[in-house]
């Protein structure tokens, strides 16, 4: 079976483009929306998994990160979703990540979990969207 390489894949979701009305609003703790159109809440995933949304004022140096956790935290995979735009801007920019995972042998639930990049590390500067998800059988 052919199996597509990280690179292409990213290569090949940069030319898609969102749909605006498929895209599902997630209020973050301190109450950004992040714009999400892939997953969607409680969709079944597989890996390779396209996260694909737009983000105001989460990125830093163009990047945050996302992480995927089973139903119990366990973090199972974390990458960085990439800004498919200039991310300085004031407005929403598109993000892209790809996470490559295992199934967890325990449970069908977890969560995605994107994070605003935080370069002070102060946690009054964290904050994060939770997004759940099923896996696959």
Excluded at 2 to 19: A, C, H
Excluded at 28 to 54: C, F, H, M, W
Excluded at 60 to 77: N, Q
Excluded at 88 to 113: C, Q, W
Aim: charged fraction near 25%; glycine fraction near 6%; aromatic fraction near 10%.
């Amino acid at each position: 079976d052919f199996v597509p390489s990280l690179s292409s894949l990213i290569e090949t979701k940069q030319n898609d483009t969102i749909d605006e009305e498929d895209l599902s609003a997630f209020v973050s703790e301190r109450g950004d929306t992040v714009y999400v159109d892939t997953p969607q809440e409680n969709e079944v995933i597989a890996s390779p998994l396209s996260v694909r949304g737009k983000a105001r004022g989460w990125y830093f140096e163009g990047s945050f990160p996302v992480v995927l956790t089973d139903w119990d935290g366990l973090i199972i995979a974390q990458g960085i979703a990439v800004a498919q735009d200039d991310w300085m801007s004031e407005d929403y920019v598109p993000f892209l990540a790809i996470l490559e995972f295992e199934r967890p042998s325990v449970g069908e639930n977890g969560f995605l979990v994107l994070q605003k990049d935080n370069p002070s590390g102060l946690p009054q500067y964290d904050d994060a969207v939770e997004i759940p998800i099923l896996f696959t059988e």
